[in-house]
């Protein structure tokens, strides 16, 4: 019976690692894929923030699996201290420096916020955004 109950103990364990072991390697699979950043640079006073952002709302949603999307608010003084704080929590602080103080556009980047894949700005439809998007998602 000890030895029955030792062989079924031992085919279970080897039974997990080999699920393990699967899951683990889908996961590093679907970690090969670098994720998106799609930051919009936003004003309560800019005119092209106002037609765009809604846009960005609308399809949003659909990419947020493969594409984070963040809003850089350059309003006035907190709105724009929340947001350093919030490209510091995502290790993008670079990017948030070089587009400082400028709106009224939507940028695309890699992981590490080094590499711009896309700017989009004024007035798009959400098939057009959409496609903006599911292209660049395609690309890679």
Avoid: N, W
Avoid at 14 to 24: F, L
Avoid at 97 to 122: A, N
């Amino acid at each position: 019976m000890k030895r029955m109950t030792l062989i079924i103990v031992v085919l279970v364990l080897a039974i997990g690692c080999e699920v393990e072991s699967a899951e683990q390697g889908a996961a590093e699979e679907a970690g090969d894929a670098e994720h998106l950043y799609a930051v919009l640079m936003y004003a309560e006073h800019c005119a092209s923030c106002s037609m765009l952002d809604p846009t960005v709302e609308a399809v949003r949603e659909e990419f947020e699996e493969e594409i984070t999307f963040l809003r850089f608010d350059m309003s006035d003084e907190d709105t724009k201290d929340a947001s350093q704080q919030l490209a510091a929590k995502y290790e993008i602080e670079a990017l948030y420096r070089e587009h400082e103080d400028k709106t009224g556009y939507l940028i695309v980047v890699s992981e590490d916020g080094e590499e711009e894949l896309l700017r989009l700005s004024g007035q798009y439809e959400e098939a057009e955004l959409r496609a903006e998007f599911q292209g660049l998602l395609d690309s890679r």
